[in-house]
């Protein structure tokens, strides 16, 4: 993909189902998944395949050794950071072609140091219930299918 509409980062997942999940995701929606290390299982592991079912051979996938790393190698990218430390919702950004979604990791979500120096770039989903967070995999999909309706309007 030399130029897909938007782009999914996973830093440091540690949960293979839900990698596996998001890669078929990924393959449904024609985007790259970037992986940052370290992950908390290997890319051959059984469960990670079984989430993804047949459809990880077609996913086109990066490991990157650090997200600075991601970075530099976009230093134009867009980067939204995704955080349930935000108040401003994946509904109020304005996602652009070529973006990138950045999720952290399952148990502990992206570095505080991280979301304190980019503040405007940090985005939540909504979640009035009583729950503190929900699945990596499901708040994958429903960014990525938000990004998918604004960037192609529709």
Known sequence: ????????????????????????????????????????????????KRA????????????????????????????WLFTKKSTQTYFEARFEHGDFLVFGKETQGLPESLLEKHREQCISLPMPGKTRSINLSNAVSAAAYEAYRQIHRQ
């Open 1 to 48: 993909m030399d130029n897909p509409f938007l782009r999914i980062v996973l830093v440091e997942p540690e949960i293979p189902p839900n990698t596996g999940t998001i890669g078929r995701l990924c393959v449904a929606l024609n985007i790259p998944l970037f992986l940052i290390e370290p992950l908390g299982f290997r890319l051959e592991d059984k469960y990670l």
């Open 52 to 79: 993804g079912l047949d459809y990880w051979e077609d996913l086109e996938y990066f490991l990157f050794p650090s997200l600075k790393a991601l970075k530099e190698k976009f230093p134009r990218g867009r980067f």
